[in-house]
């Protein structure tokens, strides 16, 4: 019942930043879309073999430049996601504009009164019994670094389209090479390893830590999306996406099998300004396993819902807020990612799986003291409602607060601080605490 009432209070919030905007907002610019004009005006487009002075070309510069302001406010670009590349090579016949850009990425961090045994920062890893060799820890990374390359075009046949690849450095210590993303853009049609749509990133208050809120949902899949918009204000989404392996405990009881049935997911949203609107998605899974006892093969549907938003009520204030809940879609991401949670076992019954509920939510707000220098802070939970029975010592929920600070010294170097503190309890009742305190520098290109 008390995750009910919690799910009706962050609605009700969610709802309010829909429309608290719609009265208070003023004339003026806010002060965050003022620093994507920076970032803008920091560009260079360069043509070959043209006139850039010439009417016809500047024309179509000056339309590669709309479509690059467009790319700052994708509802699938995070905070965290590289800028648009510095520079843009326009082709000789106006139809083709390539970029190559990335980012320099260094966090730092130190976690005491009992460290967490990763770079990032999430409830599910608190050490319940802390070793007292470990209370403290130093420690950085470059993980984040990242390449971007990305193409603008006009064609008679396909229209306007985009090819957009992606590849960080993260993976083992930080430093392997791995693809981010890898997606085409066709007018309305999206195919490739892109955003899931069930998911929306814009919505996710800035964070310095990678794993960010405790409720944060951004799997990528190979999809293909149909997202046409409706008379300017309405986005509607659907497609069709590989999924992931179920995550499922695999013992002599039970195992996983193989996927044949894809992920179906939509989405209906309400925009009222670039870079902000309120948004209803959800998702539809296939979850198959093989009950060893029985010596069959079984599916079990799991299913979620998110209602997300992000809104700019004032010209200094922009409030972010994403609530989540649904079964057996643990797999896509939250805190419950790193556990077995699509799938889980039932003590009474052998062999036997089902998809559990769980439920986030995560609100926040940006405070733009200069277009370039702001504050932020958020609260973010992940509960775990079994159906049935658990050990004691099994995860319950986590929680985390975290408090930033970002100056962006030039519209290309950017400088922060933050603050995350969280708890993680069990079914027993058992609650432990964690803190860190984390830097970060990165210069895009």
Same mark, same amino acid.
């Given at each position: 019942?008390?995750?009910?009432?919690?799910?009706?209070?962050?609605?009700?919030?969610?709802?309010?930043? @829909?429309?608290?905007?719609? =009265?208070?907002?003023?004339?003026?610019?806010?002060?965050?879309?003022?620093?994507?004009?920076?970032?803008?005006?920091?560009?260079?487009?360069?043509?070959?073999?043209?006139?850039?002075? =010439?009417?016809?070309?500047?024309?179509?510069?000056?339309?590669?430049?709309?479509?690059?302001?467009?790319?700052?406010?994708?509802?699938?670009?995070?905070?965290?996601?590289?800028?648009?590349?510095?520079?843009?090579?326009?082709?000789?016949?106006? %139809?083709?504009?390539?970029?190559?850009?990335?980012?320099?990425?260094?966090?730092?961090?130190?976690?005491?009164?009992?460290?967490?045994?990763?770079?990032?920062?999430?409830?599910?890893?608190?050490?319940?019994?802390?070793?007292?060799?470990?209370?403290?820890?130093?420690?950085?990374?470059?993980?984040?670094?990242?390449?971007?390359?990305?193409?603008?075009?006009?064609?008679?046949?396909?229209?306007?389209?985009?090819?957009?690849?992606?590849?960080?450095?993260?993976?083992?210590?930080?430093?392997?090479?791995?693809?981010?993303?890898?997606?085409?853009?066709?007018?309305?049609?999206?195919?490739?390893?892109?955003?899931?749509?069930?998911?929306?990133?814009?919505?996710?208050?800035?964070?310095?830590?990678?794993?960010?809120?405790?409720? !944060?949902?951004?799997?990528?899949?190979?999809?293909?999306?149909?997202?046409?918009?409706?008379? !300017? !204000?309405?986005?509607?989404?659907? #497609?069709?996406?590989?999924?992931? !392996?179920?995550?499922?405990?695999?013992?002599?009881?039970?195992?996983?099998?193989?996927?044949?049935?894809?992920?179906? @997911?939509?989405?209906?949203?309400?925009?009222?300004?670039?870079?902000?609107?309120?948004?209803?998605?959800?998702?539809?899974?296939?979850?198959?396993?093989?009950?060893?006892?029985? %010596?069959? %093969?079984?599916?079990?549907?799991?299913? @979620?819902?998110?209602? #997300?938003?992000?809104?700019?009520?004032?010209?200094?204030?922009?409030?972010?807020?994403?609530?989540?809940?649904?079964?057996?879609?643990?797999?896509?991401?939250?805190?419950?990612?790193?556990?077995?949670?699509?799938?889980?076992?039932?003590? #009474?019954?052998?062999?036997?799986?089902? @998809?559990?509920? #769980?439920?986030?939510?995560?609100?926040?707000?940006?405070?733009?003291?200069?277009?370039?220098?702001?504050?932020?802070?958020?609260?973010?939970?992940?509960?775990?409602?079994?159906?049935?029975?658990?050990?004691?010592?099994?995860?319950?929920?986590?929680?985390?607060?975290?408090?930033?600070?970002?100056?962006?010294?030039?519209?290309?170097?950017?400088?922060?601080?933050?603050?995350?503190?969280?708890?993680?309890?069990?079914?027993?009742?058992?609650?432990?605490?964690?803190?860190?305190?984390?830097?970060?520098?990165?210069?895009?290109?």
């Amino acid at each position: 019942m008390k995750h009910k009432l919690r799910i009706a209070s962050v609605i009700s919030l969610i709802l309010s930043s @829909a429309v608290f905007p719609c =009265s208070g907002q003023t004339d003026s610019k806010p002060k965050a879309d003022q620093q994507v004009d920076r970032l803008l005006q920091s560009q260079k487009i360069i043509p070959f073999g043209r006139n850039a002075d =010439s009417p016809d070309m500047q024309a179509y510069i000056d339309s590669v430049r709309q479509r690059v302001a467009v790319f700052y406010y994708d509802q699938f670009r995070h905070f965290s996601d590289p800028y648009s590349p510095y520079f843009l090579f326009l082709s000789k016949d106006a %139809n083709l504009a390539m970029g190559v850009g990335g980012a320099v990425r260094m966090r730092g961090y130190y976690d005491w009164g009992g460290a967490m045994p990763a770079a990032g920062f999430s409830p599910y890893l608190i050490p319940m019994t802390p070793d007292p060799a470990s209370m403290r820890h130093l420690d950085a990374t470059p993980s984040g670094t990242c390449l971007f390359f990305r193409i603008i075009g006009r064609n008679k046949l396909m229209g306007n389209y985009q090819l957009n690849i992606e590849a960080n450095f993260t993976g083992y210590n930080g430093r392997d090479f791995k693809l981010k993303k890898a997606y085409a853009i066709i007018n309305d049609f999206t195919v490739g390893y892109a955003n899931s749509t069930f998911s929306d990133p814009s919505a996710l208050p800035p964070t310095i830590d990678a794993s960010g809120p405790a409720n !944060k949902i951004t799997p990528t899949s190979v999809l293909i999306r149909y997202m046409p918009v409706i008379k !300017k !204000k309405w986005v509607l989404a659907a #497609s069709v996406e590989i999924p992931s !392996k179920a995550q499922a405990i695999e013992d002599e009881q039970a195992k996983p099998i193989s996927n044949y049935i894809p992920d179906f @997911a939509a989405f209906a949203q309400y925009e009222w300004a670039p870079g902000q609107h309120v948004r209803l998605s959800g998702i539809v899974r296939s979850l198959p396993y093989r009950n060893l006892i029985e %010596n069959k %093969n079984h599916t079990v549907i799991g299913w @979620a819902a998110m209602l #997300s938003a992000v809104a700019r009520p004032t010209g200094s204030l922009s409030a972010y807020a994403t609530v989540n809940y649904g079964r057996g879609y643990s797999g896509l991401g939250s805190d419950l990612m790193i556990g077995n949670y699509d799938l889980v076992g039932n003590i #009474s019954d052998p062999g036997e799986l089902y @998809a559990p509920t #769980s439920f986030g939510y995560c609100v926040g707000i940006q405070y733009n003291i200069l277009p370039n220098l702001f504050i932020s802070g958020n609260v973010s939970e992940t509960n775990y409602l079994p159906k049935y029975k658990v050990t004691d010592d099994e995860y319950k929920y986590g929680l985390v607060c975290t408090a930033n600070v970002f100056w962006n010294m030039t519209a290309r170097m950017q400088v922060g601080a933050e603050f995350n503190i969280g708890t993680r309890q069990n079914f027993s009742g058992e609650q432990k605490w964690a803190r860190r305190a984390a830097l970060m520098c990165m210069f895009s290109f």
